[in-house]
């Protein structure tokens, strides 16, 4: 337990990195309050009930390279309750659905021709090494990938996936992030999935915060922020105010300015990064439609961009077959903003397109779930760029998914920043760690 005169640290966001940093300044004996203004904890992992079962509202895995993540999982007993399975790829090019595994799958792939397919195959083996030493974070990902799989390859393949995923500035973002990525793939099949979907981690997370004395309170949003060196204010809503030592706070930069009072919001970083959202379909189907995991969906007419399925990983949820569609959009986007409704008879008639087999009645239920702030759209330069976590003349740190770059956003990165930023907060030495 903490003694009442240790520092206060108030923690804003109960996504992963701001469980995790509370998980962290709790089991060594710092005083911590979170703070979460959704009714749920988990941010971009939470979770929402069907039938006796939780599941993500957004597809989550867990990669063998995930480690600052199993090593979190490790201290609350839940590494082994990670199961890991060899998942594949599917890939639909103009309505049409191919593997796309092997070597043999791309040399039948008759989405590009044959050359093309070799290139494809030879650069791709050689990607990584081709990235070593280079300064990546300068190059804009449609040059470097241009230049070495050509026009072809960039046009019908990367250019729409890339452009899915991170809106109409796709080509610019720094290669090194796509470098980075195929760095945590590693090229490997292996994903894993933890028993009782992430809402067993996240529940762990709050009963080991809580055991070590600190408080966890959903529904909670912070209204307003203040902070000067040595003193923070935090006003909750309902008028109720917090003092804190010190603040660490995990929600966008966008929404913390919203948050800051004129003092701190002048000391906050100016440069403010634009962020994609995402709108997911979740399907529950009566039959199967695909072994692979993943499937980028290209030139098919759908207004998502891709299948993942869930039950290829985690098996099927009482005989119904789990499928997220996604699209990732600007959060003031047509699609965004479209009524929920709407986007679920629409998807519905587009899942059926590609796969005719569902028939009429292959699709029992359909949720929407939306997110307004998921992938920070990096400019080149941005190691450079990219703010610190520490804001002067104040006691607020930043543990944001702007901060994990090069980093992809994962649970893992948020784990490793919350870890790193935890290790700034000023330390009480005399008190014992709770267990
Ligand atoms: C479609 C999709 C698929 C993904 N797939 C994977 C995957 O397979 N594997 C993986 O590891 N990661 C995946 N991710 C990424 C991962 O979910 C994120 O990187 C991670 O959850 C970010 O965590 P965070 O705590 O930094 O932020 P968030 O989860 O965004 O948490 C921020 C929290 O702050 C809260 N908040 C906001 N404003 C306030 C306020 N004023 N007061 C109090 N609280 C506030 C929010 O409600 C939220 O809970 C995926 C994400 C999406 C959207």
Same mark, same amino acid.
Request: charged share 20%; glycine share 10%.
């Given at each position: ?14 996504? #992963? ?26 941010? @971009? ?16 895995? #867990? ?5 600052? @993540? ?28 191919? /593997? ?9 792939? /008759? ?45 019908? @393949? ?42 067993? #981690? ?7 915060? =809580? ?9 909670? /949003? ?5 902070? =000067? ?60 439609? =695909? ?30 077959? @789990? ?19 709407? #986007? ?43 703010? /610190?976590? =520490? ?45």
């Amino acid at each position: 337990m903490t003694p009442p005169d240790s520092p206060h640290v108030a923690v804003i966001g109960g996504g #992963i990195c701001g469980l995790a940093a509370a998980h962290r300044l709790a089991r060594r004996g710092t005083r911590v309050t979170l703070l979460e203004s959704s009714d749920q904890l988990g941010g @971009l992992g939470t979770f929402f009930a069907h039938g006796d079962r939780w599941l993500e509202r957004f597809y989550h895995c #867990i990669m063998p390279s995930d480690a600052s @993540l199993l090593a979190l999982l490790g201290e609350l007993g839940l590494r082994d309750a990670v199961r890991w399975r060899e998942t594949t790829m599917g890939m639909v090019v103009d309505g049409r659905h191919h /593997p796309f595994n092997s070597a043999l799958d791309l040399l039948r792939f /008759p989405a590009l021709r044959l050359p093309d397919r070799v290139r494809f195959g030879v650069v791709s083996l050689l990607l990584r090494r081709l990235g070593r030493g280079r300064d990546l974070d300068t190059l804009r990902t449609e040059d470097w990938l241009r230049g070495l799989y050509g026009d072809v390859v960039w046009e019908r @393949l990367f250019a729409p996936m890339f452009g899915s995923k991170f809106g109409p500035a796709f080509g610019d973002v720094p290669a090194l992030y796509l470098w980075q990525r195929l760095g945590r793939e590693r090229n490997v099949a292996t994903r894993g999935y933890p028993d009782g979907g992430y809402k067993a #981690i996240i529940d762990a997370l709050q009963a080991s915060i =809580t055991r070590a004395g600190g408080v966890v309170r959903a529904s909670t /949003p912070v209204e307003r922020l203040s902070s =000067t060196e040595g003193r923070s204010v935090l006003t909750l809503a309902g008028g109720e105010v917090l003092d804190a030592d010190q603040v660490i706070s995990t929600v966008p930069l966008p929404l913390l300015r919203h948050l800051a009072d004129d003092a701190l919001a002048a000391r906050l970083p100016e440069t403010e990064l634009p962020y994609q959202g995402v709108v997911t379909g979740v399907f529950f189907l009566r039959k199967p439609v =695909t072994e692979h995991y993943w499937t980028p969906v290209l030139h098919s007419g759908t207004e998502f961009d891709g299948v993942v399925s869930m039950s290829a990983l985690a098996g099927a949820d009482d005989g119904r077959h @789990l499928v997220y569609v996604m699209h990732y959009t600007d959060r003031g986007s047509r699609l965004y903003l479209d009524d929920d409704a709407a #986007i679920a008879a629409r998807w519905s008639a587009q899942l059926r397109g590609l796969y005719p087999e569902l028939g009429a009645d292959g699709i029992e239920e359909v949720r929407v779930f939306k997110a307004p702030f998921v992938e920070p759209v990096y400019p080149l330069g941005y190691l450079a760029a990219r703010p /610190p976590v =520490t804001v002067d003349g104040t006691g607020v740190l930043l543990a944001t998914t702007a901060h994990v770059y090069p980093d992809v956003t994962s649970w893992n990165s948020s784990v490793r920043l919350a870890n790193d930023v935890v290790s700034l907060v000023a330390h009480q030495p005399a008190v014992a760690p709770a267990r």
